[in-house]
């Protein structure tokens, strides 16, 4: 066999070997720079990346056929190794916030205690609000329980917001005798508010409470960064 086809067969080698050791990109590199070096070394006319020889020319074309299929099957074989491994913690792992909402107030005493006492409830866009099914449950949990101290509690409303690294949650207090207001604006609050601590809620989870004359609006404040922790919440 020919030097020039035996340094060929080494190039193979030479291309699996950076895949293994660098990837994908990295075995096409070789690839072409071992064909190009062939040509200019090892194929007559030397010093010359033009061949004169059939033979050669359809080395080279093999070579470079080679390595193509061996990256794409490469390339699969790493997917499909990908996809069978441990899975990731699953996005069903995950409950919106309108679902943990509905838990609450269908198997807890305090849900019972709201159909008693006639509070009524909504929910808008809940949904949107992703987070683990632990992190929602504790802060419903511990602000529903919070509005149920209120007195003469009428009606209550959900509705969320998102910012990049935040999500907010506004929870609506009616009391009883008041008429909903179609809009509500930070203008009519009274000027009193308080933040509230909760003892299981981790730093960067914060809460506030607005009152207005026809009731009242609990703000709850969520780094999503901090979903999960532990950490008692330092109040502001």
Known sequence: MPVRH????????????SYAAAGRRAALLITALWSAGTAYLFMAPTYSFRVSERSD???????????????R????????GADSGTPRKPAAAE????GVFAELMSSSQM????????ISAHTFHLGDFRCPHAD???VLSDVLSAI?????????????????????????????????????????????????????WPQGWKACRFEYPWGSIYRVSLDRNACGQQAPIIAS
Do not use: C, N
């Open 111 to 118: 849900g019972d205690g709201w159909r008693r006492s006639g």
């Open 73 to 80: 099957i490469a390339q699969k074989t790493r997917m499909q």
């Open 6 to 17: 035996i340094v060929l067969g080494l190039g193979t080698f030479a291309a699996i070997g």
């Open 148 to 200: 149920s101290g209120e007195p003469d509690v009428h009606h209550v409303s959900l509705h969320v917001a998102r910012r990049p690294a935040e999500s907010l949650l506004f929870i609506d207090v009616f009391r009883a005798g008041m008429p909903q207001p179609k809009a509500i604006t930070v203008g009519q609050s009274t000027g009193q508010h308080s933040y509230l601590a909760f003892a299981a």
């Open 136 to 138: 929602g449950a504790r």
């Open 95 to 98: 409950a919106d916030l309108a």
């Open 57 to 71: 020319l359809i080395a080279l074309t093999l070579y470079g056929a080679f390595g193509l299929v061996f990256a």
